[in-house]
C-alpha cells in the first residue's frame, strides 16, 4: 500500500479499561529524598503520598463481606483516573514518544488511537503495546483493542474492521459532499450511537408531556443548556447525526404542547403549525430553532 505523509491509513485502537483492576499498588509511587521533603513540605508531602497509597490497593466489597485487593483502584474512585492517567503518562505517552515519533497518537485516560500508514506498520505497533503495558503491568483488552482500516473513496481494500468509537464519537465512511457538490465518501467521525441513546433517554426521563404546569419558556431555560452542551460538543462534527436528536426533543415538546392546551388535542398537524409558528415568532428560546 502506497505510503501516505497526509493522512492514515489504518488506526491502532488500544483499550485498557482492564488497566483500572491491574493497575500495580505501589509503582510509581516510591518514597521522596530528604531534600525534596525539606524542598516542598515534607508533613504535606508525606500526607499526600499515603492518600495515593490507600486508594492503589483498595479492598472491594463482596456482598457484605470486604475483600483484599493486592492490586487495581477501585473502579468509579474519584481518585483512580487520575493516578490512571498519570501512570499512562510515563508508560504510554513518553514511550510512544520517544520510541515512536513517527505515529501521531491521542489518549484519553486509559483509551488510546494511535495512527499509522500501513497494515503491518499498525499490527506490529498493536503487539509492541500489548508488551509495553504487560512490562508496566498494565493488561489491556483483548476484545477491544484491534487495528482498523481508514477506508474512504481513495481506500477502497477489503477488511472487517472499518470504525471506531473513541471519546463518544464513532469513525467510519461516511457520505461527504466536495464543494462543486459531488458525493463522495470520506471517513469521519459523528456521534456514536452510545452516546446518541443515552441523550435521549435523557430527554425521555425528563417527561415532558407531565410537565403541562410548566410555561415554554421554563422549559428553555431548564433545558436548552444541555440541549446547547450536546450540540457544541457532538455536534463539532457531521451534524447531521445531532439533528436528529434536535428533531426527537421537538417531538417530545410537542407531546407536551397537545397535551397542555386542549385545541391541539386529536389535531397533529396543528400540532406541528404550532411548533413552527412559535419557533419562527421566538427563535432564540431554543438554540437549535
Same mark, same amino acid.
Given at each position: ?19 483500572? =483492576? &491491574? @493497575? +500495580? ?10 531534600? $525534596? *521533603?525539606?524542598? %516542598? ?113 481513495? =481506500? &477502497? @481494500? +477489503? ?10 464519537? $464513532? *469513525?467510519?465512511? %461516511? ?115
Amino acid at each position: 500500500m502506497p505510503r501516505t505523509q497526509t493522512q492514515s491509513l489504518w488506526s491502532c485502537i488500544e483499550d485498557g479499561s482492564l488497566a483500572f =483492576r &491491574s @493497575l +500495580p499498588a505501589g509503582v510509581g509511587f516510591k518514597p521522596p529524598s530528604a531534600a $525534596t *521533603f525539606e524542598r %516542598r513540605g515534607g508533613e504535606r508531602l508525606r500526607e499526600r503520598r499515603l492518600l495515593i497509597e490507600r486508594q492503589v490497593g483498595t479492598g472491594k466489597m463482596s456482598a457484605s463481606e470486604p475483600l483484599p485487593r493486592d492490586k487495581g483502584t477501585p473502579q468509579g474512585g474519584v481518585i483512580s483516573p487520575l493516578l490512571m492517567n498519570l501512570f499512562m503518562h510515563y508508560a504510554f505517552d513518553q514511550w510512544m514518544q520517544r520510541t515512536h515519533p513517527h505515529c501521531p497518537f491521542a489518549r484519553y485516560a486509559d483509551d488510546a488511537v494511535v495512527h499509522c500508514h500501513h497494515q503491518a506498520e499498525a499490527e506490529r505497533l498493536l503487539m509492541e503495546i500489548r508488551n509495553r503495558l504487560q512490562d508496566c503491568l498494565l493488561t489491556m483488552h483483548h476484545d477491544k483493542s484491534r487495528v482498523v482500516y481508514c477506508k474512504d473513496s481513495n =481506500r &477502497s @481494500l +477489503p477488511y472487517p474492521q472499518t470504525q471506531f468509537t473513541f471519546l463518544g464519537f $464513532t *469513525f467510519r465512511p %461516511r457520505v461527504a459532499v466536495n464543494p462543486a457538490g459531488k458525493r463522495f465518501t470520506s471517513f469521519l467521525p459523528a456521534v456514536s450511537v452510545e452516546a446518541m441513546k443515552r441523550m435521549r433517554q435523557t430527554i425521555k426521563g425528563w417527561n415532558l408531556n407531565r410537565q403541562t404546569f410548566a410555561t415554554l419558556e421554563r422549559l428553555a431555560h431548564q433545558y436548552d443548556p444541555i440541549l446547547r452542551g450536546w450540540w457544541n460538543y457532538y455536534g463539532c462534527f457531521y451534524k447531521t447525526e445531532m439533528r436528529a436528536l434536535m428533531d426527537y426533543f421537538n417531538q417530545r415538546l410537542v407531546t407536551w404542547a397537545r397535551r397542555k392546551h386542549k385545541k391541539l388535542k386529536g389535531h397533529k398537524r396543528r400540532r406541528f403549525q404550532w411548533l413552527r409558528r412559535v419557533a419562527k415568532a421566538r427563535p432564540r428560546l431554543f438554540f437549535h430553532w
